[in-house]
């Protein structure tokens, strides 16, 4: 038994598509990157939302220790995935805590926030150096420009504090807070499935 043969016509001219010569960074495929990314105020949004009950996440009962290593590194993943939005709260409360308390920086941060609402303000470009700077362009030099009087003003210091006791913080919790009294393993699948 022999099988038919069969012919596909696959003639056809093909163009290569034209090479613009530039080679390096391409801009265009960076901002349709960033378009995917939330901002600020929708990352705090969507936290808020998941955030779970500060009387659940501070209920001192609920603190245990822990008898091995595999179960404590167990322990502390399922905590940050259960708690995620709330430490993300207790480091952005830090932050806050620095800033209060370090008056000089405060100050900084709002020079450099109310020069950047004058610039948007006023919207005009300016001429630096024979190019126009938009006023987006505008903004970020005056936040560059006042990176060295940020670190005079012991921001790194702040910075680092923060980072530590963030960490310090957040991983105390997650080490001795006992997940398994509030959430079992079923609920938990559960719940990351209907999320």
């Not at 150096?129 to 940020?150: D, E, H, R």
Request: with cysteine; charged share 10%.
């Amino acid at each position: 038994m022999e099988t038919p043969e069969v012919h596909i016509d696959v003639s056809g001219n093909m163009e290569t598509p034209p090479q613009d010569g530039k080679s390096g960074f391409n801009l265009s495929s960076f901002t349709n990157f960033s378009t995917r990314i939330p901002s600020l105020w929708e990352l705090l949004r969507l936290s808020r939302q998941n955030i779970r009950p500060w009387s659940e996440f501070l209920q001192t009962s609920n603190f245990k220790t822990v008898a091995n290593v595999s179960r404590l590194t167990n322990r502390i993943i399922r905590n940050l995935a259960y708690f995620q939005s709330n430490y993300l709260f207790v480091f952005l409360g830090l932050i806050v805590y620095c800033l209060l308390t370090s008056p000089l920086i405060l100050i900084v941060l709002g020079a450099v926030f109310y020069a950047c609402y004058k610039i948007k303000q006023n919207s005009t470009p300016v001429a630096f150096f024979s190019k126009q700077l938009n006023t987006n362009q505008q903004c970020i030099a005056v936040g560059v420009a006042s990176v060295p009087v940020l670190y005079l003003a012991g921001a790194g210091a702040v910075m680092f504090w923060v980072l530590g006791a963030s960490f310090f913080v957040i991983s105390l919790h997650a080490a001795f807070y006992n997940i398994d009294a509030i959430v079992t393993e079923d609920m938990e699948t559960f719940l990351s499935e209907t999320v």
